[in-house]
C-alpha cells in the first residue's frame, strides 16, 4: 500500500522569505501523480500544484515550487516570497489509480504559519 | 462553473443514530470520493464512486456506506454512529476516466459532524 509522510508536523517562515515542505512516499508503482494540497482555516481544500511522475521537469506554478526527486520518493513544496495568505496546513498527496478506480493518500499534514 | 457542495454543512447527532450526508459534485465530473478528517488520523480516503458503482473502498467499518445517483449526486450514509465518528466529512470530484487522470479532485467545503 502506498504511504505518505510530512515530518514536519509545524513550519513558521517570516513573511517575504523562503519556505520548504518536505515530503516522501512510498510505492510499487510506475505511473502516479503527486499533489500539494492547501487547507485554509476555512477548510475549502484547493491544489498548490500537480506533478506527473513520467516527467523529469519539476512542476512550477507562481511562487510555488517543487523538487522531486522520483528515486529518493521524494516530493518537496518550495514557498518563495511567502506571504500572510499562505497560512494553512498543507497536505502532500499521492494519487492512485489502480485498476480503473482512483484514491488519494494523504500525508498527515504541516501547519504552516506566515509571520508579519 | 459551479464547484463541488455539500449539504449540511453542520451536523450534531447522538451515538446510536444515523445520519446522510450529501454531495453535489462539480458538473460534468462522474467520480466522487469521500475523506474523513479527523485531527488523529489526518485524511482517510472512504470510497470512490464512479457512474453509480463503487469502485474502490477503504479500510472503514460497513457502518459507512454511501451511494451514487445516475446525475453523479452522492451521499454517505453512517449507521449506528460513535463518538469516533465525529470529523470533517469531504467529498471531492473529478473527472474519473482512465484518460483524465491528470486532472485533480476538487474538494468541497466538507460537513461537520459531531456525535455526543
Known amino acids: 500500500a502506498q504511504t505518505v509522510t510530512q515530518s514536519q508536523p509545524e513550519m513558521s517562515v517570516q513573511e517575504a522569505e523562503t519556505v520548504t515542505l518536505s515530503c516522501t512516499y512510498d510505492?510499487?508503482?510506475?505511473?502516479?501523480?503527486l499533489f500539494w494540497y492547501k487547507q485554509p482555516p476555512s477548510r475549502q481544500m484547493i491544489l498548490v500544484i500537480r506533478q506527473e511522475a513520467y516527467k523529469q521537469q519539476n512542476a512550477t506554478e507562481n511562487r510555488f515550487s517543487v523538487n522531486f526527486q522520483k528515486a529518493a520518493k521524494s516530493f518537496s513544496l518550495k514557498i518563495s516570497d511567502s506571504q500572510l495568505g499562505d497560512a494553512a496546513m498543507y497536505f502532500c498527496?499521492?494519487?492512485?489509480?489502480?485498476?480503473?478506480?482512483?484514491?488519494?493518500?494523504f500525508g498527515k499534514g504541516t501547519k504552516l504559519t506566515v509571520n508579519p | 462553473k459551479a464547484g463541488v457542495t455539500q449539504t449540511p454543512r453542520y451536523l450534531i447527532k447522538t451515538r446510536g443514530q444515523q445520519v446522510t450526508l450529501s454531495c453535489s459534485p462539480i458538473s460534468g465530473h462522474r467520480s466522487v470520493s469521500w475523506y474523513q478528517q479527523t485531527p488523529g488520523q489526518g485524511l482517510q480516503f472512504l470510497f470512490e464512486y464512479f457512474s453509480e458503482t463503487q469502485r474502490n473502498k477503504g479500510n472503514f467499518p460497513g457502518r459507512f456506506s454511501g451511494r451514487q445517483f445516475s446525475n453523479s449526486r452522492s451521499e454517505m450514509n453512517v449507521s449506528t454512529l460513535e463518538l469516533g465518528d465525529s470529523a470533517l466529512y469531504l467529498c471531492?470530484?473529478?473527472?474519473?476516466?482512465?484518460?483524465?487522470?491528470?486532472?485533480?479532485?476538487?474538494f468541497g467545503p466538507g460537513t461537520r459532524l459531531t456525535v455526543t
Open positions: 471531492a470530484s473529478s473527472p474519473g476516466l482512465a484518460g483524465s487522470f491528470r486532472y485533480e479532485q476538487y
Open positions: 510505492t510499487s508503482e510506475s505511473d502516479y501523480y
Open positions: 498527496a499521492y494519487r492512485s489509480f489502480q485498476g480503473g478506480s482512483e484514491k488519494l493518500v
